[in-house]
């Protein structure tokens, strides 16, 4: 062997040398693939700027027909009406409303789960509970929509019967309980990444589980709890099905839970729905809703990246 | 890594070495015939240890023989392991800390525990320090205050910190997050210090520091080091225990065990034959 090896090697290196002597169509193609990758990650962006500048330029010329200042105050949405008008405040109120429903369910049962799963868990436990809360993520949203119409708003109107037929509250519960397993997940994910050290060392003090899970373990995963929680809020001001379905198609402008109430998202399923032509006001205030709809989910998004670079507490 | 001589050696004579020890100070903690698993590992067997009051007792041997083990199952710290079984006898002072109505939580606020590699809280040095205070109640932010001053002076770090206090530990060297660690834990007035191999990751100049501030802690506490290095333990050890295998070898007086073991198999480790 050891004789032979010598042979070999040289060979091995003349084979190398002749092929790399060769023009081969791999050294083209080396040159080649950047190019066509890097215009596959183009076609994502210019899709981005292209649907940015569709909804600016359609929300440009809504505002020339319905003055900005009427948009952003006014509090009566009559879009079908002989004297339309078209405040948006309605829609932004139902849009915060369903939302802080949502994360009253979804905030205090995630974060919950999450210590439970992160901190409380066996390993055995841990692993047959997770991936049964990211089932609950891939639910598809139609069917929590009808969830929300059909059992739990007869659910709410047998214990409260002032509640209506179709109101906010019901859709908030269940896009809470949709949101649930995004929490809870990314939560853990956020506390399971603490070292263990940090945790002996609040053990080694004397500190009981809790405290050390309080007191040691939340706020060293802080940002990343912060970040699923806006997430989470994110989440539910895009969340269209289940509100479109469950909470009507009133226009109100009002705090009362018991009533419908439409979200941005579910007057723009109406809207696009019903058979607004082109180039009239209320096919221009589609484009206007959408936008102020985009610019909040972009604010959370930019907050939540920014509060997790911010309270990030290095270990 | 050979240790074939072992069936050769005579019988240790741990009595006789309890006779010789009993007159110096008080005992504090007392083993007696502890065994421990880690599921089906038999990771200390038949341990008969006795600790004495302000002395520092350093515990020696190759790795995996059980030393860390021993020192954990002291604030039960190894109760952490799902899988361990224990059983034996360990008082401290006279009270059965492996009996349940023991709580662990009284039993580590008098018996500290420092680890291998520094880990401080990611809060600020004042707040590490405090930490332990506040945990068991206190709030006054005076008494607060003087807790930290007086922790890390005691740790030999208040010169280098006073003027940052509220600055992130992770800031610190390696060397004085291990002082801030040990000023942690001095904070909550212990009686009894553990320490995991506390200078295994520092630099020689950290480590002195830390074997100085050990000597100097001596006054007021019972000190029980874990260490892989044999010429620290001579260095700042009033007795060793030698640790082989889950076994404790020998224990002794730190200048008789180094200058004239009793047993082979202690001579064969601190001479570097093996280990």
Redesign the interface.
């Known amino acids: 062997m050891a004789s032979n090896s010598h042979n070999e090697d040289v060979r091995v290196r003349d084979l190398i040398t002749e092929k790399r002597a060769k023009k081969s169509i791999s050294q083209i193609f080396e040159k080649i693939i950047p190019i066509i990758l890097f215009s596959f990650a183009l076609i994502t962006i210019l899709t981005t700027i292209g649907i940015i500048y569709t909804l600016l330029v359609e929300t440009i010329e809504f505002f020339k027909r319905v003055p900005i200042w009427d948009f952003f105050t006014g509090t009566v949405l009559r879009p079908l009406s002989q004297d339309p008008q078209f405040g948006v405040l309605p829609l932004i109120n139902g849009t915060i409303i369903s939302s802080v429903i949502a994360m009253l369910v979804a905030g205090p049962i995630g974060i919950m789960a999450a210590i439970y799963l992160s901190e409380y868990a ?1 390993d055995k436990i841990r692993r047959v509970l997770k991936p049964m809360l990211e089932v609950l993520a891939g639910i598809p949203t139609i069917v929590y929509g009808f969830f929300a119409f059909t059992f739990v708003t007869p659910l709410i109107r047998s214990i409260w019967p002032d509640v209506e037929a179709t109101n906010i509250l019901s859709p908030g519960i269940v896009m809470g309980i949709m949101i649930i397993p995004m929490i809870a997940s990314l939560s853990e994910d956020a506390m399971s990444s603490v ?1 263990n ?2 945790r ?9 589980r809790l ?1 050390t899970t309080f ?2 373990v939340i ?2 995963a802080l940002s990343g709890i912060i970040a699923s929680f806006i997430l989470g809020i994110s989440r539910a001001i895009g969340e269209t099905m289940i509100v479109t379905i469950a909470s009507g198609s009133s226009k109100n402008f009002t705090f009362d839970i018991t009533e419908s109430m439409q979200t941005m998202t579910a007057y723009i399923v109406e809207v696009a729905g019903g058979d607004a032509g082109a180039g009239t006001t209320i096919y221009y205030s589609l484009y206007a809703v959408a936008m102020t709809l985009f610019v909040f989910t972009l604010l959370m998004n930019l907050l939540a990246r920014y509060v997790s670079r911010k309270f990030r ?3 | 890594m050979s240790i074939s001589f072992v069936t050769e050696t005579p019988k240790k004579e741990l009595p006789s070495i309890h006779e010789a020890n009993k007159q110096s100070n008080q005992v504090v903690f007392d083993t007696k015939q502890l065994n421990l698993w880690y599921g089906d590992t038999h990771a200390l067997k038949e341990v008969d240890l006795l600790i004495y009051e302000k002395e520092i007792t350093a515990i020696i041997g190759p790795s995996g023989c059980g030393k860390s083990t021993y020192l954990k199952t002291l604030n039960r710290m190894v109760e952490l392991v799902p899988t361990v079984k224990i059983s034996g006898n360990i008082t401290y002072k006279n009270k059965d800390i492996l009996d349940r109505s023991f709580k662990v939580e009284e039993l580590r606020t008098l018996v500290g525990m420092v680890f291998q590699k520094p880990n401080p809280f990611p809060k600020s040095i004042y707040d590490n320090v405090a930490y332990g205070a506040k945990i068991h109640g206190i709030r006054n932010k005076k008494i607060l205050d003087e807790i930290v001053e007086r922790s890390l002076k005691g740790a030999a770090l208040w010169d280098e910190v006073k003027d940052r206090l509220k600055e992130n530990a992770y800031g610190l060297s390696g060397g004085q997050q291990q002082r801030l660690c040990i000023a942690r834990t001095l904070a909550i007035e212990p009686d009894v210090i553990l320490m995991d191999e506390p200078t295994s990751a520092l630099d020689p100049i950290s480590t002195s520091k830390i074997e100085e501030l050990i000597q100097t802690l001596k006054k007021d506490y019972s000190i029980i080091i874990v260490t892989h290095n044999m010429q620290q333990a001579a260095r700042i050890s009033d007795r060793t225990a030698f640790f082989l295998n889950g076994e404790v070898v020998e224990y002794d007086k730190t200048e008789k065990l180094f200058s004239n073991p009793n047993d082979k198999r202690t001579e064969d480790y601190i001479t570097g034959r093996f280990g």
């Open positions: 066996s070292p050290s940090i002996d060392g609040a053990y080694a003090l004397g500190a009981t405290e007191k040691v706020p060293a507490e290095e270990y």
